[in-house]
């Protein structure tokens, strides 16, 4: 059973608008939820993480958003840019002696000029 | 199995010292992480090894701060002339194939507590 879901595969933005990645998660354990960035033929990028014990974390043009009652993130990215455009991962981990960081499936963000 | 190993567990060390970590990933496991998680600052990632390269070194937060990875095994981060911020868990993952072309699970190891006086 998948731990951590990325139920859109693709997303479509006009730049200078927001772009909004959703995840959802089913264990309530997890210590820390992180946002990678991939590009094509490239390795993924770290973008931002968000501790389980807050509900908002900001960095630039990007804030994510925790949820824990509804077991939900969302990576915000406003203004949108065309540079922007890559596939979007969220993960989660649970800390400790053999700590896990387990990844969603992806979303595909294109964001057009 | 065995999983990931950091050593030392725990490391104080005066300003202005040098320090080394290690980390002992999953035999087999051909990638390599390293964060660090500071108090009220989250998890931040430091530093991604396949195999022995380092394609992202994005978040390593200044020159002083290196790592290198030999034989695709035993990876060590180094801190010189530590500061007081530089105080963390340092936290270091495998992965098997490592983060190209598809996502997989890491495991992490328990982290070498840092604290610089």
């Known amino acids: 059973d998948q731990q951590v879901k990325q139920n859109s595969p693709s997303l479509s933005v006009q730049e200078g608008r927001i772009s909004i990645l959703n995840c959802d998660y089913t264990?309530?354990?997890?210590?820390?939820f992180l946002w990678y960035k991939k590009y094509p033929a490239e390795g993924p990028t770290f973008l931002i993480s968000i501790s389980s014990i807050k509900d908002k974390n900001e960095d630039g043009r990007f804030t994510v958003f925790l949820n824990k009652s509804a077991k939900h993130l969302s990576l915000h990215i406003v203004p949108s840019q065309p540079g922007d455009s890559a596939v979007y991962f969220c993960?989660?981990?649970?800390?400790?002696?053999?700590?896990?960081?387990?990844f969603g499936k992806g979303t595909k963000l294109s964001v057009k000029p | 199995g065995a999983g990931v190993s950091q050593s030392p567990s725990n490391k104080v060390t005066e300003k202005g010292k040098d320090v080394e970590l290690r980390c002992d990933p999953i035999s087999g496991h051909t990638a390599l992480y390293w964060y660090r998680q500071s108090l009220g600052q989250g998890l931040e990632f430091l530093i991604y090894f396949q195999g022995n390269s380092a394609p992202d070194k994005s978040g390593l937060p200044s020159d002083r701060f290196s790592a290198e990875r030999t034989g695709g095994s035993v990876s060590t981060l180094t801190i010189q002339r530590t500061q007081q911020e530089d105080s963390a868990v340092y936290l270091c993952a495998s992965s098997l194939a490592g983060l190209l072309g598809r996502q997989e699970t890491q495991y992490f190891g328990p982290g070498t507590r840092l604290l610089v006086l």
């Open positions: 264990n309530s354990m997890f210590d820390y």
């Open positions: 993960a989660a981990l649970i800390l400790g002696s053999q700590g896990n960081l387990i």
